[in-house]
């Protein structure tokens, strides 16, 4: 979000400053935001990103490696894990998923954890062997399905609860069209990652400039702006749930 970004780039310059002060050379002044997310996490070159757990633990397995995963201060948070918010409009009648039945489901896109298979995983159970959504559109953004949802061109959307406490903070009159009717089930979050040729000497450098950076006082305005806490190193194997898709998808993708 464009509301958020000096907070990154001030987040990253301390990172930057922490590396080359620990020895590792080459690291870059400025994040990169000009190109195709695919071939950020693609180079050979990359340093550090963030990615959707879902590709990571699917597209991206075993060519990108773990760093660490962030714990933020958003509702529905807990520890490095979170979830989704579930949406629908402020004047729907709906009061659970079990209302929306044949009704259409706006996702950010069909690789994301949050918008998509925390979505997908949740009506599942609702109407096995069927599809629950008489339809969804896939809009390219949570900001866009909160959009659709808030515009009456869909009745329902996942929204990530960090995403959406970022958009309760800077788009209040948007989130106002729209109300909360439940959340998904926790997920591992959106892992740190670096290029998959990175040594283990490499990855523990990052780990710790990743720590150094969430209890560092200069670096306290940024965080809070990102409503990052602390960061968490997990076990691999949590990620390979999300990759684990148990068949089924949302009705028209």
């Known amino acids: 979000m464009p ?13 930057a400053t922490w590396l080359r002060r620990n020895g ?3 690291v870059p002044d ?37 760093v660490a995963t962030p714990c933020y201060t958003a509702p529905g948070c807990k520890g490095p894990l979170y979830r989704s918010v579930i949406v629908v409009g402020r004047e729907s009648p709906a009061q659970s998923l079990l209302d929306l039945r044949g009704t259409v489901a706006a996702v950010n896109e069909t690789s994301s954890n949050s918008g ?5 995983r949740a009506v599942a159970p609702l109407s096995p062997g069927a599809p629950f959504f008489a339809a969804a559109i896939v809009t390219g953004s949570h900001y ?11 009745a329902v959307a996942a929204i990530d609860v960090v995403t959406f406490a970022h958009l309760g903070r800077h788009c209040p009159d948007l989130v ?65 749930v999300i990759g684990d898709r148990d068949g089924g998808k949302l009705s028209g993708l």
Do not use: M
Not at 144 to 154: I, L, M, P, R
């Open 3 to 15: 509301e958020v970004q000096d907070a990154n780039d001030a987040l990253w310059s301390g990172l």
């Open 24 to 26: 590792l050379d080459g």
């Open 30 to 66: 400025h994040l990169d935001r000009g190109r195709p997310l695919d071939q950020i996490w693609d180079d050979p070159n990359l340093l550090l990103a963030q990615t959707c757990g879902l590709p990571f633990a699917t597209k991206w397995k075993g060519r990108l490696r773990y």
């Open 116 to 120: 998509y298979e925390l979505l997908r």
């Open 144 to 154: 866009e399905s909160v959009s659709a949802v808030a515009k009456g061109n869909a």
């Open 176 to 240: 106002a069209r729209v109300r909360e009717i439940g959340w998904t089930d926790l997920s591992p979050g959106l892992p740190f990652v670096t290029a998959g040729n990175a040594s283990r000497e490499l990855i523990d450098l990052l780990e710790r400039s990743l720590a150094w950076a969430t209890h560092s006082a200069e670096l306290s305005s940024a965080r809070e702006t990102l409503l990052l806490r602390a960061t968490s190193v997990l076990p691999l194997d949590v990620y390979s």
